[in-house]
């Protein structure tokens, strides 16, 4: 397996942790504030991730490390952004007025790892075959 695609893994395992314990907090008490915070968690942390680490492991052959690397740092930097973020939208007075253009800062950086991804997986459906 691509190192990347092993730091992809690594960084979604860990945010599945912190959104698994987070679902667990919140079952406990009962209490579905966070509930958009932890699908967020669990979809752009952890199953993004870990499809965009599968992706470099399947193209480990003719994938671009540099491409990979970058679409690393930005959809982890985006994701893990994006969790302060929608807290304080989700908890404060006024937050979706308040936190809304951060949030959307943060799900750009995000949005910007897709497109850089897009790049790969469109290289590879173009490249040469024998
Ligand atoms: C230990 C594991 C998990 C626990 C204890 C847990 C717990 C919860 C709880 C308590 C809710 C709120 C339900 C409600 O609003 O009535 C919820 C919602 C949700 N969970 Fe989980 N969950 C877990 C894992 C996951 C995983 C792995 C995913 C996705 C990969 C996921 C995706 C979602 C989604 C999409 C929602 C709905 C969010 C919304 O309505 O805004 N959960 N979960």
Avoid: C
Avoid at 57 to 63: P, V
Wanted: aromatic share 10%; charged share 10%.
């Amino acid at each position: 397996m691509p190192r990347v695609s092993a730091a992809f893994f690594v960084t979604g395992g860990l945010l599945l942790l912190g959104g698994m314990i987070l679902g667990e907090y919140m079952g406990a008490h009962e209490n579905f504030t966070l509930s958009p915070l932890h699908a967020h968690i669990n979809l752009l942390g952890w199953v993004t991730l870990a499809l965009y680490g599968t992706f470099y492991t399947l193209t480990k052959d003719t994938y671009s490390p540099r491409l990979a690397w970058i679409n690393f740092v930005l959809s982890s930097v985006g994701v893990l952004a994006m969790i302060p973020v929608l807290a304080l939208l989700l908890t404060q007075p006024d937050g979706p007025a308040k936190y809304g253009p951060l949030a959307g800062a943060a799900g750009g950086i995000a949005l910007l790892g897709l497109l850089v991804f897009l790049v790969s997986a469109f290289r590879e459906l173009v490249r040469r075959r024998t």
